[in-house]
């Protein structure tokens, strides 16, 4: 393993352990967390594509919030120094007042980025993205071209999300980032997408192994124990040619982790990040299905300071060791807090029945 790699992997270790002690004490000695350095707005469910795997069920919201309520939580946000405020959704472009919205978060000193299927971003949009201030555009892009296609139920989604990559790049997007869940379906796919964003000059990708929520949950298309096995291996050589982030639905991976990653992660849900809903409840990230279990307060009832406040509880307490006997008596629990909690709901949230090493 490079040696750059193990050491960006210790210091990230060391930086996440002292964030947490000091989140920790602030909220025993003031009653006061510190704020979420950044809040994610699941802005809409309604999409334009219809892929397989999607997370989001499309549920229908005639509910969602407008754009003054919006602007509402971005002063909020902006209060608190939030630093960052991303959208994704469903399909975030679908939301004619976007731009608007970015503007506003921009003008008000709050980084933003966009997490989008690519398919109605063109040129133009790219424009206006880049003068509303975005930073960061997350692009999907799920195998080649007949294999995308596919999963996203359109025959031009892969042609128009290689060209929305283009003109993200071309309207001067600071950082780019194609996103890619792996599945049963393109586990394969892999070396070809990679060559792609090679030879586009992408800045970084993102793999995330599908969540068992949504339509996944009943595909049947979940990585198993061998093809984990397989992709670990394929980042751990992929990444001398670009970076690439593996998604934190996979948290601690056992000794050798830093072969697969640059930083120490765990579930961020409720110590650094949250996320809006499309209605204006908040909940811990748009991948946590919007049921009761998983809202801690909506924007229409209370400030979202003190949903941040008062809710989060099982997140940021141990109570999740007391309920489950295997996180009790886990010596790894310091490292893997046990484990993203949507794949908890499929039961694949544990490393010890993952294990790769
Ligand atoms: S038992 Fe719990 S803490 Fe231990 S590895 Fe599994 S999920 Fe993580
Ligand atoms: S619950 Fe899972 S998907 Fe959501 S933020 Fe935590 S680790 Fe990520």
Same mark, same amino acid.
């Given at each position: 393993?490079?040696l ?5 992997? $210790? ?12 989140f920790? %004490?602030?909220g025993l ?29 499309k549920?229908?919201? @005639? ?14 946000l902006?209060?608190?120094r ?11 472009? !679908? ?20 997490a989008t299927?690519?398919?109605?971003? @063109? ?12 930073s960061?555009? #997350?692009?999907? %892009? ?17 042609d128009?999300?290689?060209q ?9 997007? *600071? !950082? ?12 394969d796919?892999?070396?070809?997408i990679?060559?792609?964003l090679?030879?586009e000059?992408?800045? #970084?990708w993102k ?7 949504g ?8 990585? +198993?124990?061998?093809?984990?096995? #397989?992709?670990l ?15 934190e639905?996979?948290?601690? &991976?056992?000794r050798?982790e ?7 992660t ?9 996320? &809006?809903g ?8 748009? =991948?946590?299905?919007? +049921? ?10 209370q400030?979202? +300071?003190e949903i $941040? ?8 307490? #141990?109570? %999740?060791?007391? *309920? +489950? ?6 010596? &790894? ?20 029945? $993952?294990?790769? =090493?």
């Amino acid at each position: 393993m490079r040696l750059r790699h193990r050491i960006n992997y $210790w210091n990230s270790s060391l930086r996440l352990k002292l964030f947490r002690q000091r989140f920790e %004490l602030a909220g025993l000695r003031s009653g006061r967390y510190p704020p979420p350095s950044y809040v994610l707005w699941d802005c809409t469910r309604r999409c334009n594509l219809n892929c397989l795997h999607c997370g989001a069920s499309k549920e229908h919201y @005639d509910n969602e919030l407008s754009t003054v309520q919006v602007k509402g939580f971005i002063d909020q946000l902006a209060r608190l120094r939030v630093r960052t405020f991303a959208v994704t959704g469903g399909e975030p472009l !679908l939301r004619k007042d976007l731009i608007e919205l970015l503007t506003h978060a921009s003008r008000l000193g709050i980084k933003t980025g966009v997490a989008t299927n690519g398919f109605i971003l @063109d040129e133009n949009k790219a424009r206006e993205l880049k003068a509303a201030g975005v930073s960061s555009i #997350q692009i999907s %892009l799920d195998g080649d071209a007949d294999t995308h296609n596919h999963i996203r139920q359109n025959p031009h989604a892969f042609d128009r999300a290689v060209q929305a990559l283009r003109y993200c790049r071309k309207a001067g997007i *600071q !950082l780019l980032t194609v996103s890619t869940v792996v599945t049963g379906m393109n586990q394969d796919k892999l070396e070809h997408i990679k060559q792609l964003l090679l030879d586009e000059g992408i800045n #970084q990708w993102k793999i995330i192994p599908l969540m068992p929520i949504g339509r996944a949950e009943k595909s049947n298309l979940q990585i +198993d124990k061998p093809a984990l096995k #397989q992709l670990l291996e394929f980042i751990s050589q992929a990444r001398r040619q670009i970076p690439i982030l593996l998604g934190e639905n996979l948290t601690y &991976l056992g000794r050798d982790e830093a072969r697969y990653r640059t930083k120490v992660t765990y579930c961020p849900v409720g110590i650094s990040a949250c996320c &809006l809903g499309t209605d204006g409840k908040i909940r811990g990230c748009p =991948e946590m299905p919007d +049921d009761p279990r998983f809202i801690e307060g909506s924007i229409l009832e209370q400030s979202f +300071d003190e949903i $941040w406040q008062k809710g989060f509880k099982p997140y940021r307490n #141990q109570s %999740l060791r007391e *309920q +489950d006997p295997l996180c009790g008596a886990c010596s &790894l629990w310091d490292k893997c807090r046990g484990g993203c909690w949507v794949m908890r709901l499929g039961e694949a949230h544990c490393i010890k029945n $993952w294990r790769v =090493e």
